[in-house]
T-cell receptor, first 107, second 118 residues
Framework: EIVMTQSPATLSVSPGERATLSCRAS??????LAWYQQKPGQAPRLLIY???TRATGIPARFSGSGSGTEFTLTISSLQSDDFAVYYC?????????FGGGTKVEIK | EVQLLESGGGLVQPGGSLRLSCAAS????????MTWVRRAPGKGLEWIST???????YYAGSVKGRFTISRDDSKNTLYLRMDSLRAEDTAVYYC????????????WGQGTLITVSS
């Protein structure tokens, strides 16, 4: 099983600042990684797939990068709507696995 | 517009059973793999099970042998039969539509809460 580890667990950021979220895999793979955003009481929303491809309707301030075991989600300038929990997910092999999440909170 | 609507949640005693349903609309249901994901209180997302277009099924180790995923393409509905429920199965259960090619999740339902408690 590929274990996905996200860091930090909580990230305190001021609106307008840049946020960098990390996701580390216990085994190397190419690009089979997705990112999701979840707000309280809401369903998760797909942000990024194939490591760096934004899903339909996702603003350009969200970007993904990485390969191997290190992946990154960057939010270039945080908006009030971006404060949420973010999860990475590998779909390289079974079982599919999520990281534990990074909560992005207002500083 | 893709819509996924879960139902069947509620309170169940340890050792009990429950069946969740997910009614899908807005896309050709039979053409997509479908997945169940859960989020336990205070925890993160956990993949539970996927069924592909051909009916092949995949399970997380935590539920294998206790949960059964199935689909009825004539009714555009996904199911999750849950047996031998444990307190640690308490969670919000989401159904999700897989991408056309690989197993990321491009649409999600709003979820249904399962509470396992005596």
């Amino acid at each position: 099983e590929i274990v996905m580890t996200q860091s930090p667990a909580t990230l305190s950021v001021s609106p307008g600042e840049r946020a960098t979220l990390s996701c580390r895999a216990s085994q190397s793979f190419s690009t089979n990684l997705a990112w999701y955003q979840q707000k309280p009481g809401q369903a998760p929303r797909l942000l990024i797939y194939a490591t760096s491809t934004r899903a339909t309707g996702i603003p350009a301030r969200f970007s993904g990068s990485g390969s191997g075991t290190e992946f990154t989600l960057t939010i270039s300038s945080l908006q009030s709507d971006d404060f949420a929990v973010y999860y990475c997910q590998q779909y390289h092999n079974w079982p599919l696995t999520f990281g534990g999440g990074t909560k992005v909170e207002i500083k | 517009e893709v819509q996924l609507l879960e139902s069947g949640g509620g309170l169940v005693q340890p050792g009990g059973s429950l069946r969740l349903s997910c009614a899908a609309s807005g896309f050709t249901f039979s053409s997509y793999a479908m997945t169940w994901v859960r989020r336990a209180p205070g925890k993160g997302l956990e993949w539970i099970s996927t069924i592909n277009r051909g009916g092949n099924t995949y399970y997380a180790g935590s539920v294998k042998g206790r949960f059964t995923i199935s689909r009825d393409d004539s009714k555009n509905t996904l199911y999750l039969r849950m047996d031998s429920l444990r307190a640690e199965d308490t969670a919000v259960y989401y159904c999700a539509k897989d991408s056309p090619t690989l197993h990321w999740f491009e649409a999600w339902g709003q979820g249904t809460l399962i509470t396992v408690s005596s």
